[in-house]
């Protein structure tokens, strides 16, 4: 199983802390050795960090660990790969264009099957069944909204119905963002948590590393981190139940998609 790692906040806000403990999971605490990537939103451009080979020995990943990048919306992967070679090209997080924004897409999971015709204006590079969803995901939202970015009500309600139509051919957990929100989409196993005032301090579970939120931020700081499993283990991370869709903006949830959504939860997997 792949890692994801999302971030959302209400201020610009740098993601060391947290990536710290999920660099480790790249080939140090876990086995997921394909690659990693991440990428940094910053107003309407975004910052995209990509390396085939593990996060934990990768010169890359220790520049963005020490770097200390302000972002409204991060979205990072670590892979271990199902479908598609290690390389560059097959690496997450992807990026595309949509109606004058960025839009980057990072996915766990494995789709069987799903191979569709794509004659659009959004075509894969690498040979990833993620990549493919993605664009297929893309395309899907330009012809239903031709004459632009619609409201985030009608995006949010789109994207639940095509994110149930891929989950049918598997595993789809994913990430999506094009700047504004933070889209995440759980099929078997994804958790957040939200940090606001009081703030308190916070213990990473892969590395022997604590930081006091209190030191670093003002009372109307909002954050929300979302991974696939909690990356500290002394704060309280929601678990996000299978074939829900929750949309994030200004470090908080604001919807959630309901659970018929739901296409494909493994059988252990009675909650995320």
Same mark, same amino acid.
């Given at each position: 199983?792949?890692?994801?790692?999302?971030?959302?906040?209400?201020?610009?806000?740098?993601?060391?802390?947290s990536?710290a403990?999920?660099?480790?999971?790249?080939?140090?605490?876990?086995?997921?050795?394909?690659?990693?990537?991440?990428?940094?939103?910053?107003?309407?451009?975004?910052?995209?960090?990509?390396?085939?080979?593990a996060?934990s020995r990768?010169?890359?990943?220790?520049?963005?660990?020490?770097?200390?990048?302000?972002?409204?919306?991060?979205? $990072? &992967?670590?892979?271990?790969?199902?479908?598609? @070679?290690v390389?560059? =090209?097959? /690496?997450?997080?992807?990026? !595309?264009?949509?109606?004058?924004?960025?839009?980057?897409?990072?996915h766990?999971?494995?789709?069987?099957?799903?191979?569709?015709?794509?004659?659009?204006?959004?075509?894969?590079?690498?040979?990833?069944?993620?990549?493919?969803?993605?664009?297929?995901l893309?395309?899907?939202?330009?012809?239903?909204?031709p004459?632009?970015?619609?409201?985030?009500?009608?995006?949010?309600?789109?994207?639940?119905?095509?994110?149930?139509?891929?989950?049918?051919?598997?595993?789809?957990?994913?990430?999506?963002?094009?700047?504004?929100?933070?889209?995440?989409?759980?099929?078997?196993?994804?958790?957040?948590?939200?940090?606001?005032?009081?703030?308190?301090? $916070? &213990?990473?579970?892969?590395?022997?590393?604590? @930081?006091?939120?209190? =030191?670093? /931020?003002?009372?109307?700081? !909002?954050?929300a981190?979302?991974?696939?499993?909690?990356?500290?283990?002394?704060?309280?991370?929601?678990p996000?139940?299978?074939?829900?869709?929750?949309?994030?903006?200004?470090?908080?949830?604001?919807n959630?998609?309901?659970?018929?959504t739901?296409a494909?939860?493994?059988?252990?997997?009675?909650?995320?």
């Amino acid at each position: 199983m792949c890692q994801l790692l999302g971030m959302n906040c209400n201020t610009p806000t740098d993601i060391c802390f947290s990536f710290a403990g999920f660099q480790a999971r790249g080939g140090l605490t876990d086995v997921h050795g394909d690659g990693w990537g991440i990428a940094f939103f910053e107003g309407r451009g975004v910052r995209v960090f990509l390396d085939p080979q593990a996060s934990s020995r990768s010169p890359v990943a220790e520049l963005v660990r020490n770097y200390p990048i302000h972002s409204l919306n991060v979205i $990072a &992967h670590i892979r271990k790969a199902t479908q598609g @070679v290690v390389t560059l =090209e097959n /690496t997450h997080p992807f990026q !595309r264009e949509l109606w004058g924004r960025y839009w980057v897409f990072a996915h766990n999971g494995n789709l069987n099957g799903f191979d569709p015709e794509l004659r659009g204006y959004f075509q894969p590079v690498g040979q990833t069944d993620s990549e493919r969803a993605f664009c297929y995901l893309m395309e899907a939202l330009r012809r239903q909204f031709p004459d632009g970015e619609p409201s985030r009500e009608e995006l949010f309600a789109v994207v639940r119905g095509i994110a149930a139509e891929i989950g049918s051919h598997g595993e789809f957990n994913f990430l999506l963002s094009n700047g504004t929100c933070l889209f995440a989409h759980c099929a078997s196993r994804l958790t957040y948590i939200v940090r606001q005032a009081p703030f308190a301090r $916070a &213990h990473l579970k892969d590395q022997d590393i604590t @930081v006091d939120f209190s =030191e670093l /931020t003002s009372a109307d700081d !909002r954050v929300a981190v979302v991974a696939t499993t909690p990356l500290t283990d002394n704060e309280d991370w929601q678990p996000i139940a299978p074939g829900t869709l929750l949309l994030f903006v200004d470090g908080a949830p604001v919807n959630a998609g309901p659970a018929a959504t739901r296409a494909f939860i493994r059988p252990e997997a009675a909650a995320c």
